[in-house]
Nanobody
C-alpha cells in the first residue's frame, strides 16, 4: 500500500520561506495527480495546490504568486516551495496522491508549518 511522508515544516517568521517535501512509496508515482492541502486549527481542510500527472498546476487564490508546487517523478517526490509566508499560512500541511480513474486517494500524516514573529 501507498505511504506518503511529508517533511520540511517548522517555525518561520513572516516573510520567510519553507520548502515542503512529500516522498511517496508508489512504484507508479508518475501517473498520479499530487496535491498539497492544509488545515488550520478549528478550520476545514483546504486545497493549496495541485500538480497533475501532466505537470499542469493550480493554486488557491490565497497562495498564488507565493507558493510553487513541483514534482520529480524520478524521486517519487512532490514539493511545495512557500515564499513570503504569512501568519495565516499557519496550518498542518498534508500531501495528497490521487488517481481518479481507479478511485485511489492517499494522504500523508501532515507536517506543521507555523508562521509567527
Amino acid at each position: 500500500q501507498v505511504q506518503l511522508v511529508e517533511s520540511g515544516g517548522g517555525l518561520v517568521q513572516p516573510g520567510g520561506s519553507l520548502r515542503l517535501s512529500c516522498a511517496a512509496s508508489s512504484s507508479i508515482f508518475s501517473i498520479y495527480d499530487m496535491g498539497w492541502y492544509r488545515q488550520a486549527p478549528g478550520k476545514h481542510r483546504e486545497l493549496v495546490a495541485i500538480i497533475t500527472r501532466y505537470f499542469s498546476t493550480n493554486y488557491a487564490d490565497s497562495v498564488k504568486g507565493r507558493f510553487t508546487i513541483s514534482r520529480d517523478n524520478a524521486k517519487n517526490t512532490v514539493y511545495l516551495q512557500m515564499n513570503s509566508l504569512k501568519p495565516e499560512d499557519t496550518a498542518v500541511y498534508y500531501c495528497n496522491m490521487k488517481r481518479t480513474i481507479s478511485r485511489e486517494d492517499y494522504w500523508g500524516q501532515g507536517t506543521q508549518v507555523t508562521v509567527s514573529s
